[in-house]
């Protein structure tokens, strides 16, 4: 089964150096998909009102093969401080 890796970048880049077998590059992309939602749930409340993370899926000759960013974007519309 092949191997793909999916580097991060959340404000800097994290290499994957171990990845993770996938049946195809179609069930790589699901995993990057499935995965960054989890990952902001930890990351968008401490980080204000805008957040962006990428995963970029490269295959076992780390050759990209897909990319995806999940954003969050707040805005406060009445007076107060935003939590």
Same mark, same amino acid.
């Given at each position: 089964?092949?191997?793909?890796f999916? #580097?991060?970048? #959340? *404000?800097?880049?994290?290499?994957?150096?171990?990845?993770v077998?996938?049946? #195809?590059?179609?069930?790589?992309?699901?995993?990057?998909?499935?995965? $960054?939602?989890?990952?902001?749930? @930890?990351?968008?409340?401490? #980080?204000? @009102?805008?957040?962006?993370?990428?995963?970029?899926?490269?295959?076992? @000759?780390?050759?990209?093969?897909?990319?995806?960013?999940?954003?969050?974007? *707040?805005? $406060?519309?009445? *007076?107060?401080?935003?939590?």
């Open positions: 089964m092949p191997r793909f999916f #580097d991060i970048h #959340d *404000g800097e880049w994290s290499r994957d150096v171990e990845g077998e996938c049946a #195809d590059v179609v069930a790589a992309c699901y995993e990057a998909k499935r995965v $960054l939602p989890g990952m902001a749930v @930890d990351h968008v409340p401490q #980080d204000g @009102d805008w957040h962006a993370i990428t995963v970029l899926v490269t295959d076992e @000759d780390r050759r990209p093969v897909y990319t995806a960013t999940l954003s969050f974007a *707040g805005q $406060l519309l009445q *007076g107060g401080e935003p939590t």
